[in-house]
């Protein structure tokens, strides 16, 4: 994997024909498909499990992208890990993004110890096309106007999301979601707090306003589908 150029934009991605979620977002997002990915692995390789199966997803991200969005999962995991967040939020944030499916204290593990792992995961992965590959440190987006913009799309629904959450249909309810994902605007990065909102919004189908959030999603500059693709725009 070669580095790729540095770029002032908030999030630079190279486009591809249809990218619906990038970095540890889109990692949380295969929560839908994982049952699929799961008889998939266990028909490979013996040490079964569900964190094996997360763990074969990681692996999954460095193939499925373009190089620029494959590194943006380090990048992602990098952020949470060298921020100020307790453990106990990074496991709300997380586990919301995967509608409660996996949680990783289930297995033994803090949030930070699961980051951790899918870090020298993905890493190993990288480092099979590019040995030479050293990971570059972290740049959160901490732009002031993102991080009020962010916190004003949460705010308008942040009940309604509160109530999905606690109250799930499947999975291990999350409490405390609301105040959880305005410290990772706050105090690790607007880019990823703002695309787990997005993810818990998806995953519980909670009505959006798909326009403002789209016209946010442009300010970050993400591929055209990250933001609308799986959201429930109903105004009902």
């Not at 049952?35 to 040490?47: G, K, L, M, Q, T």
């Not at 569900?50 to 990048?75: H, T």
């Not at 410290?183 to 990065?189: G, I, L, M, Q």
Request: proline share 8%; aromatic share 8%; glycine share 6%.
């Amino acid at each position: 994997m070669a580095h790729e150029p540095e770029s002032d934009a908030p999030g630079e991605f190279l486009e591809g024909i249809y990218t619906t979620d990038i970095g540890l977002t889109w990692v949380a997002s295969q929560w839908e498909v994982l049952e699929e990915v799961y008889r998939e692995y266990v028909r490979s390789r013996p040490d079964h499990g569900p964190v094996m199966v997360w763990l074969r997803i990681v692996e999954m991200s460095v193939d499925e992208f373009d190089r620029s969005k494959a590194a943006q999962l380090g990048e992602d995991i990098r952020r949470l890990l060298n921020s100020s967040l307790t453990d106990a939020t990074i496991r709300t944030v997380w586990l919301a993004a995967t509608h409660g499916v996996f949680d990783p204290n289930e297995h033994g593990m803090s949030a930070g110890a699961w980051l951790r792992r899918a870090e020298e995961t993905w890493l190993a992965r990288v480092r099979e096309d590019d040995p030479a590959f050293e990971p570059p440190p972290p740049r959160p987006v901490a732009d002031d106007e993102l991080r009020r913009a962010v916190l004003e799309a949460l705010h308008p629904v942040a009940e309604r999301l509160s109530r999905a959450v606690e109250d799930p249909p499947f999975g291990t309810p999350v409490s405390g979601l609301v105040p959880a994902l305005e410290r990772v605007v706050t105090e690790c990065c607007a880019d990823l707090g703002y695309r787990l909102f997005l993810r818990a919004m998806k995953a519980y189908h909670v009505p959006a306003d798909r326009p403002g959030l789209v016209a946010l999603g442009e300010r970050f500059g993400y591929p055209e589908w990250v933001v609308p693709e799986g959201l429930n725009d109903r105004t009902d």
